[in-house]
Nanobody, 119 residues
């Protein structure tokens, strides 16, 4: 199983980005799917997660600005980042709990995509 993230970039404060993450490989079922980020000099933190059929959760700093959505048919999760601020700068990692055909549930990470917000 692989998670491939895309959509990062350099933007100015107040602008928007959309991150996408597609899961590929031996996939039978995907439970929670979402995003973490690591800002410079800090530890990785959860940004937003969603279950297979909704119930999204958001970290307090991004609530009201970021929106997570999911396309179960394409095994893909998106994160819309609106009104970006310099504090949102960091590497964003996709994360998912996936069960393969004939395998147990496991947690997977994507390689990360860089978001840089200038003031």
């Amino acid at each position: 199983v692989q998670l491939q993230a895309s959509g990062g970039g350099l933007v100015q404060a107040g602008e928007s980005l959309r991150l996408s993450c597609a899961a590929t490989g031996n996939i039978f079922s995907i439970a929670a799917m979402g995003w973490y980020r690591r800002a410079p000099g800090t530890q990785r933190e959860q940004v937003a997660m969603t279950g297979a059929y909704g119930s999204p959760t958001y970290a307090a700093p991004v609530r009201g600005r970021f929106t997570i959505s999911r396309d179960n048919d394409k095994n893909t999760v998106h994160l819309d980042l609106n009104n970006l601020q310099p504090g949102d700068t960091g590497i964003y990692y996709c994360n998912a709990n996936i069960k393969g055909s004939g395998t147990e549930w496991a947690n997977y990470w994507g390689e990360g995509t860089l978001v840089t917000v200038s003031s």
